[in-house]
């Protein structure tokens, strides 16, 4: 993680940039319908639990100044199954932005 902080027009201000991976043997991961997963391809229904290799990165962001702050994210993940069902390789990929501000109530936050 990297880190900036001090005053910016005279206000508090801080700025972090972090960095992550991973890397997961899986043989029972849930995950949503949208990926088309099936475990038991000899079964009629989808059971939408993955088994294989996954590995990831995700850069996420924070900055505060004075009273606002803004963070965001973004991740990446490549899945290879151990049946190669849906597909041999297939990635997912997502993101988010938010932001806040604190605001006063008769010199109580509120």
């Given at each position: 993680m990297w880190q900036v902080s001090g005053r910016f027009f005279d206000k508090p201000s801080r700025w972090t940039i972090g960095i992550d991976n991973f890397h997961s043997s899986d043989t029972?991961?849930?995950?949503?319908?949208?990926?088309?997963?099936?475990?038991?391809?000899?079964?009629?229904a989808k059971d939408n639990?993955?088994?294989g290799a996954r590995r990831g990165i995700g850069y996420d962001s924070q900055l505060q100044f004075g009273m606002?702050?803004?963070?965001?994210?973004?991740l990446q993940v490549t899945f290879n199954p151990t049946d190669?069902?849906?597909?041999?390789?297939f990635r997912s990929s997502g993101a988010r932005i938010a932001g806040q501000t604190v605001t006063l109530n008769r010199g109580r936050l509120a």
């Open positions: 029972n991961v849930p995950v949503a319908t949208d990926f088309g997963i099936d475990s038991t391809p000899s079964t009629p639990i993955f088994a606002v702050e803004a963070w965001g994210e973004y190669r069902l849906p597909l041999r390789r």
